[in-house]
């Protein structure tokens, strides 16, 4: 099996309902959440002078209906698709603010084992080593 963690944050909004669509919507893309932590509140970083963020992280094995492999880009533009939809402002999209203040933000913490740096994808995320995320993970492993 292929160990996939995600992180779902959202400041702006009603943040548990759409950490919720966000679930939903994964699922419907053929990606089926096999662990959740529980959904915490942390500061902003970045720009600090906005709404807290509701956390949460999910263990997710991803199963594509494409043909050939699994790819972590694959899964990275399922996510991209599923903020997209819930209405997040995309980095080449006007109105978009760095570390602003988000409806939805889904990175991929993991993809198993793979390790490497894109402009468009980054594994590990480098938010993995922050203490609360590791903590989540941490709460999904006991579980």
């Not at 699922?27 to 096999?34: A, F, G, L, W, Y």
């Not at 594509?64 to 399922?78: A, M, R, V």
């Not at 698709?81 to 978009?96: H, I, N, P, T």
């Not at 409806?103 to 080593?129: K, N, S």
């Amino acid at each position: 099996m292929t160990l996939i963690y995600l992180s779902l944050g959202s400041n702006n909004g009603d943040e548990y309902e759409n950490l919720a669509s966000a679930r939903r919507l994964l699922e419907e893309n053929s990606i089926r959440i096999v662990g959740a932590s529980s959904e915490i509140i942390t500061k902003a970083w970045g720009i600090k002078t906005q709404p807290d963020f509701v956390n949460q992280v999910l263990q997710v094995e991803f199963s594509d209906n494409f043909d050939g492999e699994k790819s972590p880009y694959t899964l990275l533009y399922i996510c991209q698709g599923v903020e997209r939809e819930l209405g997040k402002v995309m980095a080449k999209d006007d109105g978009y603010v760095k570390w602003g203040p988000r409806i939805i933000d889904i990175d991929i913490l993991q993809y198993d084992e793979i390790e490497g740096w894109d402009p468009e994808l980054r594994l590990p995320h480098h938010t993995i080593e922050k203490d609360y995320i590791k903590e989540l993970i941490a709460e999904i492993c006991s579980s």
